[in-house]
Each structure stands twice: as C-alpha cells, then as structure tokens.
C-alpha cells in the first residue's frame, strides 16, 4: 500500500502557479489606470486597520512553599548550604564547589528550563560539575520546577 501511495503524484504546484499568475494579474490590472489614462481611485476608503488585541498580563510568580523549602533542605542544603550560599556540610570534600544561589551573576545568565535540567538530570548531563547528583529518579517534574523557583528567590534574580 505504500507504494501506491508513493507512486501517486499530486499536482500541488500547479494550482500555486496558476494562484501566484492570477494575483499578480489582479494587482497590475488594479493598480493601473482607467480608460482615460488617469490613475485609478478607490471607490471606498480602505478598512480602517484593526488595533493589537492587548497582551495578557504576565502570569503571577506562584510563591514558594514551605513544602519546597524543606525540600530544598533535605535533598540540596547538604552541598548548597542551608542558605544556598554553597557552603554546605559536604561542600568542603567537593572537587568542585557547590554552585552559590544567591549570587545572581551567575543565576541570571541561566534559564529556567536550564536550572530544571541539571536539577533532573544532573550536572554531568548538562556540561556541569559531575558531584551534582540526578534527582530526576527521585524528585517529580512538579517539584524540581518548584526547587526552580526557590532558587531564583535565593538569588533575588529573574528567570530569562
């Protein structure tokens, strides 16, 4: 059945030629001038031109809960600190420092999508610090996008 399908050829170019022939004849013949030689006018005043539909407010900053602040604690304090400052308890036997959240230089060149990944996948997946272990087995979607957003208050920074 797949070759009958294949072999079938369908004309989807012609009726685009024949449509690009006919506005092109349509916009030179209404753009030309009447049997006197004098430039066409339009018999009615062109529509006015719709205004842009308003922009929706943007969406508000769903706040952190204390839910996601003790997990924060249990699962990130250990390297990040309990502050997020990266000073934690196992910091110090780290190869490679803990990222400090509160520091938005950094936090802010980052995107939210960026920070879910290296939360759920790790920091090897992402190009970052391979200590930084994949909580994705262990945490839901719901709470590393709120762990996302905890970081981001630590930091006072936005998200891009």
Known sequence: ??????????????????????????????????????????????????EAPEL?????????????????QWYCAQCHGLKGKGNGINAKWLTVPPRDHTKAEYLETRTDQQLFDAIQQGGLAVGRAPCMPRWGNTLDEETIHALVRYIRELCECEAL
């Open 56 to 72: 929706p407010a943007p969406a508000a900053v769903e706040p952190v809960s204390e839910e996601t602040r003790a997990t924060y």
């Open 1 to 50: 059945m797949g070759s009958l399908i294949r072999s079938r050829r369908f004309p989807t170019q012609v009726p685009l030629r024949s449509l690009g022939f006919v506005l092109v004849a349509a916009f030179c013949f209404a753009c030309g001038k009447d049997d006197a030689g004098q430039p066409k006018v339009a018999a009615t005043p062109p529509a006015p031109v719709a």
